[in-house]
């Protein structure tokens, strides 16, 4: 069974500050890892992902994450946060291996202080 | 080819009456899933068709609630007998076998008062 946890339901940075959040998985086979973003009432789009090979992964809007498989994180990070960037994101985790589906976190939702 | 489209956007219910949802993925995608979130929390995996067999279930879909996808086209998710707790936004999304993303749909949300 795979599972994501992510680590704080609100955080709060000032404009130009750096956006950290928090992902953390469990997955007993090798796993594909997502980052998606929502916006209020609209479905998720995909920022990044992980499968295999370089393990900093470079994604849409300037967010990039890596994957540590030591400490099973996906974290993902932004150098400097715009207020365009205030939205819910949601980490995932799933497999090449049958379904396919993936497994959400609770979400974390991002706010941009001016 | 826009994207994963989703109908109704919205729907505003009577606990007891059944409602439909559908879902017309990405053309050339033959794998599409449903999820359902609720507010607050992550989407969760309701079901997921490659082509027109339904392949796999989660335990969250109770015997209320049906989808189909006669043609290996177009889904439908119905729900019968609705309740309050269904009240939930429906995702749609299809994807290639084997590919690792999964294109999703702006969502059905559901209200049930």
């Known amino acids: 069974a795979q599972s994501v946890t992510q680590l704080g339901s609100h955080v709060s940075v000032s404009e130009g500050a750096l956006v950290l959040l928090r992902c953390n998985y469990s997955?007993?086979?090798?796993?594909?890892l997502f980052w998606h973003v929502q916006y209020p009432n609209q479905g998720l789009q995909l920022l990044l992902k992980?499968?295999?090979?370089?393990?900093l992964v470079k994604g849409i809007n300037g967010f990039e994450a890596e994957f540590k498989k030591s400490e099973t994180s996906f974290h993902l990070t932004k150098p400097s946060a715009h207020m365009s960037d205030a939205a819910e994101y949601f980490c995932?985790?799933?497999?090449?291996?049958?379904?396919?589906?993936?497994?959400f976190g609770q979400g974390t939702r991002l706010t941009i202080n001016p | 080819d826009t994207g994963v489209s989703q109908n109704p956007r919205h729907k505003i219910t009577k606990r007891g009456q059944n409602v439909t949802f559908r879902c017309d993925p990405i053309?050339?995608?033959?794998?599409l899933y449903w999820y359902r979130q609720t507010l607050g929390q992550g989407p969760e995996f309701l079901t997921y068709?490659?082509?027109?067999?339904?392949?796999?279930k989660s335990r969250l879909l109770s015997d209320r609630f049906s989808a189909e996808r006669p043609k290996g086209s177009f889904s439908t998710l119905e729900i019968q007998r609705t309740e309050q707790g269904d009240s939930a936004m429906y995702l749609c999304?299809?994807?290639?076998?084997?590919?690792?993303?999964?294109?999703f749909g702006p969502g059905t949300r559901l209200t049930v008062t």
């Open positions: 053309s050339e995608h033959n794998r």
């Open positions: 999304a299809s994807s290639f076998p084997g590919a690792d993303e999964q294109y």
């Open positions: 995932a985790v799933s497999t090449l291996q049958g379904a396919q589906k993936l497994v």
């Open positions: 068709f490659q082509n027109e067999a339904q392949l796999e």
């Open positions: 992980y499968t295999t090979g370089a393990t």
């Open positions: 997955s007993s086979v090798p796993p594909y």
